[in-house]
């Protein structure tokens, strides 16, 4: 999750997206600059919070309900944090947590379809004025 090497970056973009990029193609370089850039500032931090998120107990998890409406986007073949996640998310955020679930996507649903990612994000912000008819 915290990548220190080309290598180790690879495998990282090949987890998060569903459909295969051509990162191979990537100079190694490219990589381990982009790793040490997002990933050597504050390490030890962003290692007890991957911690938290992805080992954390359940009976443990927190998260206050929200009394807005929140919606939570989630790659249906996410392989960072698993589907299963997504509805434990939405479930602890409350009743007003709208979840959906973009088809053939990964961790990056933003990337693989951007198209359908602000699709639903408009839906969600700008909802279909109510008819007064």
Known sequence: MLPSSPERMRRLLDLAYHRPRRFSFTPSFVLRDLAQY???????EKKEL???ITLGDIDKF???????????????????????????????LGANARLEILKNTGHMPQEEDSKKFNEALLNFLL???NSSL
Not at 38 to 44: A, F, G, H, M
Not at 66 to 88: M, N, R, S, T, Y
């Open 50 to 52: 991957i911690k938290g």
């Open 38 to 44: 997002l990933y050597t500032d504050r390490i030890e």
């Open 127 to 129: 909802p279909a004025p």
């Open 62 to 92: 927190q998260l206050t309900p929200l009394p807005q409406e929140v919606l939570v986007l989630w790659g249906e073949h996410d392989q960072i944090f698993p589907i299963e996640k997504a509805f434990k998310v939405a479930r602890k």
